[in-house]
């Protein structure tokens, strides 16, 4: 089946979530890439578990929630930060590959949507300072649902407001979990695997693995 859409997951496939503490790295200290895995695993964690618990918060408050517990464990480096990095999460960068990949595929004819944990704001200020929101079609949040991926209604989302079969959707992502979830669901699966990490989730594994979207 040819593709009617493609849908790019946000944080970590079109903008890099280490963007925020990699501005401040040299206030951060020696451990800013530690400290700045560690905001995104916990930022991910309190998804998953808010989820699974049928506790919704928005993902900004999770994100805010995640980089408070990360400057507890991380005591070297100031709190006066935390505005710092949040105000920089608002317009983290784009991969360089992004805009002419987007604009390529949308010569094509086919949908261009962003599906995402990230609340309507956060996406629609990263969105808008890459300069993307000439180029999307959609932007579709969780927000709409309350219930973070990997659950099955996220990526009915896209389904049932184009009207689509899951196999005429190409899904990129680049966290496996995404697209083993994206799988499962029955969208074609395109993992971004930027930093050449082990593949998991072998019963779900993706149609394409790429390093990055300049080749899809």
Request: charged share 25%; with cysteine.
């Amino acid at each position: 089946m040819s593709t009617a859409a493609y849908v790019f997951d946000a944080y970590g496939t079109l903008f890099d979530v280490h963007a925020a503490v990699r501005r401040h790295a040299e206030r951060a200290g020696p451990e800013h890439q530690r400290f700045s895995d560690m905001w995104r695993a916990k930022q991910l964690e309190y998804s998953w578990v808010r989820t699974l618990m049928g506790s919704y918060r928005d993902f900004w408050q999770l994100t805010e929630e995640a980089l408070d517990y990360t400057l507890a464990r991380f005591p070297s480096v100031d709190r006066s930060l935390r505005a710092d990095l949040l105000s920089a999460y608002w317009t983290l960068d784009c991969y360089p590959e992004v805009p002419a990949v987007l604009k390529e595929l949308k010569s094509r004819g086919a949908k261009l949507a962003i599906l995402s944990n990230g609340s309507p704001d956060m996406l629609k200020a990263a969105v808008k300072n890459a300069a993307l929101d000439v180029i999307l079609d959609d932007v579709f949040s969780v927000d709409a649902i309350r219930a973070y991926k990997t659950a099955p209604q996220v990526y009915d989302m896209v389904t049932t407001a184009y009207r689509l079969y899951p196999d005429a959707v190409s899904f990129q992502s680049s966290n496996r979990w995404d697209v083993a979830g994206a799988q499962k669901f029955g969208f074609r699966t395109v993992w971004i695997n930027r930093l050449d990490l082990p593949d998991e989730y072998g019963d779900h594994g993706p149609d394409l693995i790429l390093r990055s979207l300049e080749s899809l």
